[in-house]
Each structure stands twice: as C-alpha cells, then as structure tokens.
C-alpha cells in the first residue's frame, strides 16, 4: 500500500499511522470509523484519541456506510490532470448516520439530480490494484 | 478583568502599500520593500525606529520577517510570522498591539506580501496542494483523494448549503462582488476597476459549482503594511492615530470551518440555529454593529461576505441575502462594505490591503470613494475575528 510508482493518475491519500487501519479496511471492502472505547461516539477524519473524552481506549469498528447528503460542489475547473476527463465532477460531503461528516464523489447519479438530504450508501471503487475509495450512490428504495 | 486595558492603548501610526498587480514578475521581498518603506513614511517614522515585525503568509508565497530584516538591514527586537495563510490579519494587529502595550518592542510592521507571479507552481489547489496534504485534511475542506482541492471549493461547499439552508440564490450573491467592483471602479490602485451586472456575473464560468469565476478573487502580487504603536508615540508621529478599540481573536475547534460560523453545519460542525450573542469586540470597544460608519470583511469568495455579517449580528442568520441588496453595502448605502475593491477586485494582500484602506479612510484621505464622516470602522471576518477602530 506504499505509494508506489504506478498508472493511478489521480492523488494518493497521505497514508499515516493514524489512517492507515482506514484505508487497509477499504480494501478489505469494509467501512470502518473509530469508535470510543469509553462515551461511544464516532468521528472522522481520524484521530489518536476521543474528541470528546479523550480516552485513549479507541478501536475501528464497522460503520453503516449509509448517510445523507449535506452538501456537493461541481468542478468546472481543472486542477489535478488526474480527474481532467472527468470535468465537471462531484464532490459531496455526506453526513453518515454515526455522525461525522466525509468528503467524497458521488456515483450512479447525474451532477444535475444532487440534492440536500438526499440518502445514499457507501460503494466500494477499486481505484487501483492497492488502493479502494469510500465513494458513494443514491440508496436503494429497499435495502 | 484583563490585567490590563486594551482598549485604545494601541494605534496605527502609518499605513503603504506597494503597487498591486496582475503579473508584476517582482519578488515577494522586493514588494514588501516598498510597502514597509511606504508605511514608515507616511508614519514619519525613520527606518532605525522599527524594532518589530510580524509578517502574515509566509513561506512558501510570501516574504518571510527575517528575511526581510536582514535584506532591509533592520534590527528587530521581536518578530513572529504566520504560515503561507491568509487569515490572521487581525491576529497579526492584536499581537503586535500585544507586544507595544508589553514593552516587547516600540513600532511593529505588520504586513503580507505576495508573489503569485513568481511561484513555480500553485501552493494552494491542484498538484501543489500543500493544504490538502496536512495530516487531517485542508482548512478548507480539502482532499485531493476525491478532487476535492483549493480554498474556493470549501467556500464553494458553504455557498451550496447557504442556498439550500435558506432559499438564497447565486443571482442575489452577486450582489457582493458587483458591489465591490463599483468601488474598485473609484480607486486609482485597484486592479479591476471595470463595473459589471448581476448579468455578468451570472453569465461568468462556474469555477467551483455553484460559485462563478466572479465570485472568486484575484491571485496578483503586491504588499501592505501598517505601522502599529502605542497610542502616546503615535500622537508624536506625523499623521492622526488610528486608535484600535476592540479586539476580538480567531478561534478554532471542531465548531470553526474557516468559511462558516458554528452550527452552520460543514466540515465537522454541529447542526443548530447560531445566535450571534454579545461579540467581544463590540464590548470591548463600547459599540454595537448599528455604530459602524463602514465594514471591511476578508472577501477571499464572495459567501465570505454574507457570512461575516450574520456572525457579527449585522442580520440574523438566512438574512444576508436580501440584507446586502438595493445598495446597501454601496458607498452611500446604510453599510458601506469593503470600499476599496475587496480582495476580489482591489487586490489579494490577505486582508492588509483592507487595513490601509481602514486607516485612510479615517483620515479622511480616499476622495471619491471616501465614506463621508467615517468615525467608526470594523474589520470582521466569517472566520470570527475582528477589529475595530476609529479616529
């Protein structure tokens, strides 16, 4: 998972000790979030204690990959040659049911048909042979 | 009670700029130059005299303080200085208001300066995106991982929900950027100085979906500069004191994104109705919003401004949108704002631009676009600091 000399043209996540249990979760196909070992809560963008209590007793734990949209922006603009052909593109923040807030793309549904609150799931896209993205689609009627 | 007073303990004894432009192909350090030497002579200030320094957005962009002290061979009793960020501006002024009433040093500049032309490649947005690659993430909501890069596109995610949130519309947003430019139109030092419509605007490029290119603004090279002292020694110097009343610091927590007051409900923010409450720096100056002769806001995007005037409780949350129509934020309007040109049409100086600006106007110096009988004026941010000064 080391950021290789590859074909992936878009940017790599800057893997650390403390978002590397993420990421090689993806790849396992699994989403996952840390949880609190003592208040329960959940957060993201990974950290090395509780945002609330600080307790040090953290653990991953699988997420429910489902969430709403709270808002999305559309890129006219190329800045990474990676995502050119793919102008305009989406980008969502999606508030998961746990609770944090995620930046990421949406998939399976035009740029026009985005809307606030609009629920969606998490889908797994293997981006290249080492690394998988969270990205998400409009949630099924029946689940 | 603070162990001292603040309040009007510190002034601002002299305020230059550089020339402000497009592509100037000069040096951060050859800018700022100019703004440092430019502000010391209108202090009346002799360049022996300058014993502190605090520079805003440093490297890799900007000119850093000990750089120019040994290029300008000053000897600084105290410096301090930012990362390449453009939001401390105020800090910046409340620290070295800080360091005078402290004895710390006598005449701090304060400045940034910039050189967009000379960089090699973008610092912010795209393959350069040193912000998107901090350990969490950007300030402003970057992750490149998803395309997601630039500061625009954070502001761009505030004005998504802004919209939805309220049932405001990009039509009416255009309204700050038309606004600023009609006054970039009376100021000889601006860079873009051609009026244009809410047509326009509507009619220019999507950068970021839903901010448009007009929204956005300018990457130029220039450099500002104020003089801070204490107000006895600034009572000595040539020009009438800008006195500094109130004080307000930037804060930070999972409850701040850099474009939106809390609750607002991005990054990690909680979801509730935010109630701007008593502003510190209301109390600490002894007035209210009603007292302000003219607001200067960081107006980096457009949103940005809508959102400083319902965290400062200039209106209430969901009300800047019809707020800051029908002139009101004109010159001439019940709440001139940015009357310079702003960021998106005088310049892109992080805000110091706006801080000389602040000082002429006191001054009475700004002819036509001078706000008439301009006593009381405030620099307030979305991000949730301010300043407030008068003459």
Sequence with gaps: MAANQDDYPKPRPALSALNRPYWEALRRREFVLQRCGECAMRWYPPAPLCPRCWSRRIEWAPASGRGRVSSWVVFHQSYFRGFDAEIPYNVAEVELEEGPRLLTNLVGIRNEEIRAGMEVEVVFDEAAPDLTLAKFRPRRASA | ?391
């Design chain 2, 1 to 391: 009670m603070p162990p001292f007073e603040l309040k009007d303990r510190a002034a601002i004894a002299g305020a230059g700029a550089s020339a402000y432009g497009r592509r100037l192909m000069r040096s951060a350090i050859d800018l700022a130059a100019d703004a440092i030497a430019a502000a010391l002579d209108d202090a009346g200030l002799a360049r022996e005299r300058l014993d502190g320094m605090i520079v805003t957005f440093g490297s890799p962009i900007g000119a850093d303080a000990d750089t120019l002290a040994q290029v300008l061979n000053l000897k600084l009793r105290a410096y301090n200085q930012t990362w390449a960020h453009g939001r401390f501006t105020a800090s910046a002024i409340q620290w070295a208001a800080l360091m005078v009433a402290g004895g710390m040093a006598d005449y701090v500049a304060c400045l940034a300066s910039v050189s967009f032309s000379g960089l090699r490649r973008p610092m912010m947005g795209g393959a350069g995106d040193s912000e998107g690659g901090r350990e969490a993430g950007g300030s402003h909501g970057e992750d490149p991982v998803f395309g997601m890069t630039s500061p625009g596109a954070g502001a761009a995610l505030v004005a998504r929900r802004y919209f939805e949130r309220y049932g405001a519309t990009s039509a009416q947003l255009a309204a700050i950027p038309v606004a600023f430019r009609k006054h970039a139109a009376l100021n000889p030092a601006a860079i873009m100085r051609e009026p244009f419509s809410v047509g326009d605007h509507q009619a220019s490029r999507f950068v970021c979906e839903p901010l448009h290119l007009l929204d956005y603004c300018l990457i130029n090279d220039g450099a500002a500069c104020v003089i801070v002292t204490s107000a006895e020694r600034a009572r000595d110097l040539r020009k009438p004191p800008v006195y500094i009343a109130g004080m307000q610091p930037l804060p930070a927590g999972r409850e701040e994104f850099i474009w939106a007051y809390p609750g607002f409900g991005v990054a990690q923010q909680s979801v509730f109705d935010y109630e701007p409450g008593e502003q510190p720096v209301y109390r600490m100056a002894g007035v209210g919003p009603r007292d302000i002769d003219a607001l200067f806001t960081y107006d980096a995007f457009s949103i940005l401004a809508w959102i400083a005037l319902e965290r400062f409780g200039f209106c209430q949350p969901g009300e800047a949108a019809a707020f800051t129509q029908a002139g009101r934020i004109e010159l001439g309007g019940a709440l001139p704002m940015n009357v310079n040109g702003g960021l998106l049409s005088e310049a892109h100086i992080m805000g110091w631009n706006h801080q000389v600006e602040i000082v002429r106007q006191l001054r009475g110096e700004c002819g036509p676009r001078q706000v008439a009988g301009a006593k009381v004026i405030q620099w307030a941010n979305a991000y949730g600091d301010s300043l407030i000064y008068h003459r």
